[in-house]
């Protein structure tokens, strides 16, 4: 186990922090625009290099190390109750690389793709990115559940903010709220599953749990219950199936943010937590199962909706489902190594997908595929960078795709779990065919007009061309290494053929004519009939949500309009009547009032002769 | 003649004033009950300052006397406006304040 500097890993956490404070407090920079803009990339930049140097320095040590910084926090009677700090471990420098790395290529992106903002606009943005990118460091250097959870909301306070960038309009500012509402679904089992794991075992902490849980002296009652409560945090995060449903809809930011919250933060972190708690999750054997079933099916219902989804971010957001689903088929499977290795691969070129689908939006101002068409031969440099991202995440070798996406399989393979292995296979030939649908569809075919586009900006170029090397070089890397994964030597080979015959299948039917794609609907036709309408999901969710609502709101205003409102209402006609009542005793004639006098007086003097 | 004889006195035409307040249903003899009444206290007010030699409570009964006659000229006068008002002083139709 390598760990690396915890003090330059809390250099990487303070940049962010800094940036979106200095930002957030100071209302002329913030509404100034740029400057705010410039002062987050320098500090995105130099967390990137932080970083960097972390992972560069970090060294060999032997298992039985701490690897974390930890101050205690929580005073309390017998010792604090959790600890907060760094734990820098291989993993945790791993993805600080990749999310400083994606948060800064964005951020970069971003400058021209958010030119046309008003300054305070951009200024406001700026701050969130700069706290988002923060929340996730946090959260991935997190020793301990405690902290884990409170980055976690951050995360998700982040994406809320950002998804609802725009919200003036009412599907951004609904499109946030869903995302938020769906993911605190999922978090209540979260803060659950780790409150009930605390009062099991004392402690928040990752190393004495995972000491424990190695050593197999954790002991702990409803362990099962425990961890699938905090998977469910998971579920929500990770859009996993059944709330997988607030993803598609988070396409309503801006495109630079759905590749943040797609590629390096959000959506990573449940997969993150999965992988990082696995130690625990390891004890739970039928709970893996589980996963692995849940994930592999998220795979494919995600890869049957993308195949029909017209909107090319939104095909991009059911692709990045369907990855998911993979890594954390690969968590269930056993094999978070490979949940791990697709995660980093898949947030470099899902990044670059999305950047380069901003592209492909400016240039061709619309999100709908069928109405793009030509645009490889008139911006080459644009399409190469798509193109490769693309096969990437068709899992065509050399590129890092498809080491991940074998390795994942493999590992299903490996866990006897032919289920969601069958699945995982098909939903890669899924993956294949609308990858290549959009492809065909955007960048080959004839072009729908043909007056002059203007040229997109340098940056944006620039940050593709960057991932699109980067993408590269990580494949290369992987294929000179050879071949690390334990799978049968077939298993290659077979998901390269599923693939290929995925881009036969788009080309056939998209490129050269010889199917017609309403012919092939036909041929699914339930399928397509349910995909298009996405598996009724949003509307059972919009229904029961409904439903609840509706119901608690009945039985609310029952209680006001006949409790609340009934005992005022008793009062005041008691009022009314005992008024109607006494009045009477007023009969406006002064010798009734002299009788009440010197009766009055007699009484006091009885009383008084009395006393 | 001991002072217990005044008071009873006192005592009875204050009675009687009280039962013409009461009982009256002219507006002019309830004026009159209360001049009784009041008169009921000058005597126990002038008996008092006679058994106990003190001057201040024939003074007292000077002042109460004025007060009286100025009492009953803006009682009377009333009176005539309620008459010039209502055409009628009889108690019971006096009933404005009736609730």
Known sequence: ?611 | MPLQAYLVLAALVFAIGLFGVLTRKNAVGILLGIELMLNAVNVNLVAFARFRDDLAGLIFTLFTIAITVAEVAVGLAIVIVIFRVRRTIEADHLDLLRG
């Open chain 1, 1 to 611: 186990m390598r760990i690396g500097s915890p003090e330059l890993a809390l250099l990487v956490l303070a940049l962010p922090f800094a940036s979106f404070l200095a930002i957030g407090l100071i209302r002329p920079l913030r509404r100034s625009g740029r400057p705010a803009a410039a002062i987050s990339i320098v500090a995105m930049a130099g967390a990137l290099l932080a970083a960097a140097a972390m992972s560069w320095e970090g060294i060999l040590v032997a298992r039985a190390l701490n690897p974390s910084v930890l101050w205690s926090w929580l005073p309390a009677d017998g010792g604090p109750m959790a600890s907060v700090g760094v734990w820098v471990d291989g993993m945790a420098m791993q993805m600080c690389v990749l999310v400083t790395l994606i948060s800064l290529l964005v951020q970069v992106y971003s400058w021209s793709y958010l030119a046309d903002e008003p300054p305070p606009s951009l200024g406001r943005y700026y701050a969130y990115q700069s706290l988002f990118a923060f929340s996730m460091l946090g959260l991935v250097l997190s020793p301990g559940f405690l902290q884990m959870f409170v980055f976690w909301e951050l995360v998700g306070l982040c994406s809320y903010l950002l998804i609802g960038y725009w919200y003036e309009r009412p599907e951004a500012a609904r499109a946030a709220v869903k995302a938020f509402w769906i993911t605190k679904l999922g978090d209540l089992g979260f803060v659950a599953g780790i409150v009930m794991l605390w009062s099991a075992t004392g402690t928040f902490d990752f190393w004495p749990l995972f000491q424990a849980a190695e050593s197999g002296a954790l002991h702990v009652d409803g362990l099962t219950t425990i961890m699938f409560l905090i998977y469910l945090g998971a579920v929500g995060k990770s859009a996993q199936f059944p709330l997988h449903i607030w993803l598609p809809d988070a396409m309503e930011g801006p495109t630079p943010v759905s590749a943040l919250i797609h590629a390096a933060t959000m959506v990573t972190a449940g997969v993150y937590m999965v992988a990082r708690a696995y130690p625990l999750f390891a004890l739970v054997p039928s709970l893996l199962v589980l996963i692995a079933w849940v994930g592999a099916f998220t795979a494919l219902l995600a890869a049957t909706m993308a195949c029909v989804e017209r909107d090319i971010k939104r095909v991009l957001a059911y692709s990045t489902i369907s990855q998911l689903g993979y890594m954390m088929a690969a968590n269930g499977a056993g094999a978070p190594e490979a949940a791990f290795q697709h995660l980093t691969t898949h947030g470099v070129f899902k990044a670059l997908l999305f950047l380069g689908a901003g592209i492909v939006i400016h240039h061709f101002h619309t999100n709908d595929v069928f109405r793009m068409g030509g645009l490889f031969v008139q911006r080459p440099w644009v399409g190469g960078p798509f193109l490769i991202a693309t096969l990437a995440l068709a899992g065509v070798w050399p590129l890092p795709g498809f080491f991940s996406k074998e390795a994942v399989l493999a590992g299903v393979l490996q866990a006897h779990l032919s289920g969601p292995f069958l699945m995982l296979i098909l939903t890669s030939f899924l993956t294949a065919f609308y990858m290549f649908r959009v492809v065909f569809l955007a960048f080959f075919g004839h072009a729908h007009d043909h007056h002059e586009h203007p040229e997109p900006p340098l940056t944006m170029d620039a940050v593709c061309r960057a991932l699109a090397a980067l993408t590269l070089a990580l494949g290369l890397r992987a294929a000179v290494a050879g071949p690390h994964a334990e799978g049968p030597a077939w298993l290659p080979w077979f998901s390269l053929a599923w693939a290929f015959a995925g881009i036969a299948l788009a080309w056939a039917t998209y490129q050269a004519g010889v199917l017609d794609p309403a012919r092939l609907s036909a041929a699914f036709a339930p399928i397509d009939f349910l995909a298009r309408r996405r598996y009724f999901l949003d509307a059972i969710f919009a229904g029961a949500y409904r439903f609840a609502l509706l119901s608690f709101s009945r039985v609310v205003g029952w209680i006001d309009r006949y409790v609340v409102d009934g005992v005022l209402n008793a009062l005041s006609a008691g009022a009314l009547r005992a008024g109607d009542t006494l009045r009477r005793v007023q009969t406006g004639r002064p010798q009734d009032y002299v009788y009440g006098v010197a009766l009055g007086v007699l009484l006091l003097l009885v009383w008084a002769q009395l006393r």
